[in-house]
T-cell receptor, first 114, second 111 residues
Framework: DGGITQSPKYLFRKEGQNVTLSCEQN?????MYWYRQDPGQGLRLIYY???????QKGDIAEGYSVSREKKESFPLTVTSAQKNPTAFYLC?????????????FGPGTRLTVL | SQQGEEDPQALSIQEGENATMNCSYK?????LQWYRQNSGRGLVHLIL?????REKHSGRLRVTLDTSKKSSSLLITASRAADTASYFC???????????FGQGTRLTINP
């Protein structure tokens, strides 16, 4: 099956800890994205990557970091510098980063800070 | 600030009725996309309409775009309980490489 997967589905973090959210796709897509969604809100872009070994900050990158060492993988680290990390995190991919491409979304990871 | 804003924020209708959601945006766009999100899940792409198109259909979905008013509407005809979800518009600003999402419309279809 082709698709985009995220793990874990639920994640609990103690204050001061870094945690890494996994995102994997086997769609052979060049572009990958990380979004944050707060209750009753739309999606806000954290980071995106148009190609391997390259990524750009989105609108709310502070307190987050990413890497893109492989085409199929785009992990997101939520660092202790992110003051309010409790949210639903969505990963997406697209054939290319061009504006006419639809994005395919993973099922999401719900992060809760204890 | 939000590029796209949906209206209404919430909509509740009876099964079989039509549902209309609206999206307004602020700056010139390349295209506008609509997505659906079931509770606690990822988003699913529904339809894309380009800036030079005025109307597009896909099954029970009809999307219109009025660039002079910077607005779009999504019509779902003959609604079903399975259409219960949140619906988001997303715009691609000219010159940008990213989607900007609105806050969504929560649609509830009552049996």
């Amino acid at each position: 099956d082709g698709g985009i997967t995220q793990s874990p589905k639920y994640l609990f973090r103690k204050e001061g800890q870094n945690v890494t959210l996994s995102c994997e796709q086997n769609l052979n897509h060049d572009a990958m994205y990380w979004y944050r969604q707060d209750p009753g809100q739309g999606l806000r872009l954290i980071y995106y990557s148009q190609i391997v070994n390259d990524f750009q900050k989105g609108d709310i990158a502070e307190g987050y970091s990413v890497s893109r060492e492989k085409k199929e993988s785009f992990p997101l680290t939520v660092t202790s510098a992110q003051k309010n990390p409790t949210a639903f995190y969505l990963c997406a991919s697209a054939v290319q980063a061009g504006s006419y491409n639809e994005q395919f979304f993973g099922p999401g990871t719900r992060l809760t800070v204890l | 600030s939000q590029q796209g804003e949906e209206d209404p924020q919430a909509l509740s209708i009876q099964e079989g009725e039509n549902a209309t959601m609206n999206c307004s945006y602020k700056t010139s766009i390349n295209n506008l996309q609509w997505y659906r999100q079931n509770s606690g899940r990822g988003l699913v792409h529904l339809i894309l309409i380009r800036s030079n198109e005025r109307e597009k259909h896909s099954g029970r979905l009809r999307v219109t775009l009025d660039t002079s008013k910077k607005s779009s509407s999504l019509l779902i005809t003959a609604s079903r309980a399975a259409d219960t979800a949140s619906y988001f518009c997303a715009t691609v600003i000219q010159g940008a490489q990213k989607l900007v999402f609105g806050q969504g419309t929560r649609l509830t279809i009552n049996p």
